[in-house]
């Protein structure tokens, strides 16, 4: 082994000197806000039994926690969450103790990545408020989101949001319209990510459609556009939900904190954990939420001990890397960046450039671009930069773009962490398993024997979740381009691509065995800019994209 690499500590951090410092200083003011407000530390065991973990049903358990057995050969689990030691402590230490507890931690998760940049080791700071009346959850709930908000105020100023949404809103809607099962998920996950024009296309009832428009500030104008999803329904316990959400944030208000607060009906979250209101911390200059939390009733019964619960944490990583470049500060202070759109190169830049002409903007500097890659349109109100596909989701998601241009074959690969706007309807061609002609329209003769397929592939998680859905067990192999030449030589049995004009498959002798979904032109764009730049990227897709 060379000498430098005991320098690499991918996916986790040394913090030395002053970053040490500045990240001490982070954990210490919340630490400092927390104990002022009556919460008291709890620390939990770096690793635990396997089981404690696994009692939250909405945590994805397989290869995103470390595991091992101890000298005793259990399984064993490195601390992958915060809450739900917490949890186990409520229910299980604490039955002498005088209700509610207020408690808060300050340590450190451990999560293998599924993918890109997130830290596998990260700090996180956070709050529980367990075990108050039932009959009171919505003073519990005040108080959790005043002292979140307290710590975001501590650190950033006035520079963030916090919204809030109810994870009940979601499946008091699916019982009432009698919606549930395989159905269920997939309008969630919809709404989840903002994908517009799938749920408009789909034949669902109204108020699934309406749910991931309604987001707004806490005026009272806003909040009053709440009471539409009320009257659609005509449901009672809708309405419970809209008013319990309503007199949050009126209560929120009247404490200061007006400013930074938003509701979005969209956030439905992960469904079996929040039982009440759910709420995330967007800080500008950071793509993803700093801070989450909500309601979570029924996790201590998974204990043996059923007591009502609300808290939130933060990441103290995403909030020393917005400290330490002052990201959020620049953000605020300097000149208003344009509204940033990546677009992807090629077949889709041509007939967006066409689109954008079409409505009234001028692209000549884009049709002449020699070596360039960014450029201001419309007298600098958007600029465009221009890149590969892969890439416009990685800039989207880290928030340095905030909109996207980009077909859903890459979203479907690669899009989890975008909402999707609009689907722009050009750029349209087919996401297909093809292959040799004897398996022509004929996916059960692929699929089917007992030797295992292998399938070439630039989506190999598309690939991998279309075989799933077959019960097929097959191969990936990775292939960049002319993916088609892997079968023609044997590499492979098949490949799953897209499929535009049928060209490139007919003229190398290769046929469509089924299609899998249809592709085209999306519009996705970074979930802290949907909040913090709502007017102008409304604004942009009403006058720029007419959508
Ligand atoms: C895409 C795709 C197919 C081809 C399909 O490749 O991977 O090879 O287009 O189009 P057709 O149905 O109209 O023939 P692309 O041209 O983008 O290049 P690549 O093979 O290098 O990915």
């Known amino acids: 082994m060379k000498s430098t690499d ?12 002053g970053d040490a410092e500045l990240r001490r200083g982070i954990c210490e003011k919340l630490i400092s806000l927390m104990r002022d407000s009556g ?23 397989g290869n995103s926690v470390y595991k091992f057995t101890d000298e005793q050969n259990r399984l064993m689990a490195l601390r992958c969450d915060c809450t739900v030691p917490i949890a186990r402590i409520a229910a299980t230490k604490l039955t002498d103790t005088p209700l509610p507890y207020r408690m808060f931690y ?109 987001f707004g500030n806490a005026s009272s104008e806003d909040l ?21 959400i309503k007199t949050i944030i009126i209560k929120l208000k009247e404490k200061g904190y007006g400013n930074c607060l938003s509701f979005d009906l969209g956030l439905v979250g992960r469904l079996d954990y929040y ?12 793509g993803h939420s700093v801070l989450l939390g909500g309601r979570y009733d029924s996790l201590t019964a998974k204990f043996g001990r059923k007591l009502a619960a609300t808290g939130f944490g933060v990441t103290v990583d995403d909030i020393f890397d917005l400290l330490k470049d002052k990201k959020e500060e620049n953000a605020e202070k300097g000149p208003a960046r344009p509204v940033r759109i990546a677009l992807t190169k090629g077949r889709l830049e041509t007939k967006t450039v066409e689109m954008l002409e079409k409505n009234g903007i001028d692209c000549s500097s884009l049709k002449n671009k020699g070596r360039k890659l960014v450029f201001p349109l419309d007298n600098g109100r958007f600029e465009v930069m221009l890149v590969k596909s892969r890439d416009v989701i990685t800039y989207v998601e880290h928030g340095v773009c905030d909109l996207g241009i980009v077909g859903s074959d890459t979203i ?122 709502k007017k102008e990227i409304d604004e942009i897709l009403s006058d720029v994209f007419k959508v």
């Open 106 to 214: 300050c340590q450190n998760v451990f999560s293998a990545p599924s993918s890109g940049n997130r830290l596998t080791e990260e700090t996180q700071c956070g709050a529980e408020l367990i075990g108050t009346d039932p009959q009171s959850s919505i003073e519990a709930d005040t108080e959790i989101l005043e002292l979140a908000a307290k710590c975001m105020k501590a650190l950033f100023g006035e520079n963030f949001s916090i919204e809030i949404g109810h994870g009940r809103l979601f499946t008091t809607l699916a019982e009432l319209y009698g919606i549930d099962g395989e159905t269920a998920e997939a309008v969630r996950k919809l709404i989840e990510t903002k994908n517009f024009a799938s749920i408009e296309s789909m034949d669902i009832p109204k108020p699934f459609k309406m749910l991931p428009k309604m």
């Open 6 to 17: 005991y320098g690499r500590t991918d996916g986790r951090r040394d913090y030395i000197f």
């Open 224 to 244: 009053a556009s709440l009471d539409k999803l009320t009257e659609e329904t005509g449901s009672e316990k809708i309405k419970e939900i809209i008013d319990y």
């Open 412 to 533: 479907a690969e690669y899009g989890t962490a975008v909402y999707e706007l609009a689907n722009l309807g050009f750029g349209k061609c087919r996401m297909a398993l093809a292959g040799t002609a004897k398996y022509k329209n004929d996916p059960d003769s692929f699929f089917g024997g007992y030797s295992k397929k292998v399938i070439a592939t630039k989506f190999v998680n598309v690939a991998k979740r279309y075989a799933a859905s077959k019960k097929a067990d097959v191969e990936t192999v990775s292939i960049e381009g002319s993916v088609e030449l892997a079968p023609i030589l044997g590499l492979a049995d098949g490949i799953v691509d897209i499929v535009e004009t049928g060209d490139t498959l007919r003229e190398n002798g290769l046929e469509i065995i089924e299609e899998i979904f249809p592709v085209s032109a999306r519009i996705v764009a970074n979930i802290a800019a949907t909040k913090l730049r």
């Open 39 to 61: 919460y008291k530390e709890t620390v939990t065991p770096t690793a635990e039994s396997y089981e404690v973990f696994s009692a939250d049903p909405t945590r994805p358990m």
């Open 275 to 286: 039982t009440g209101i759910i709420f995330g911390g967007f800080v500008k200059g950071l």
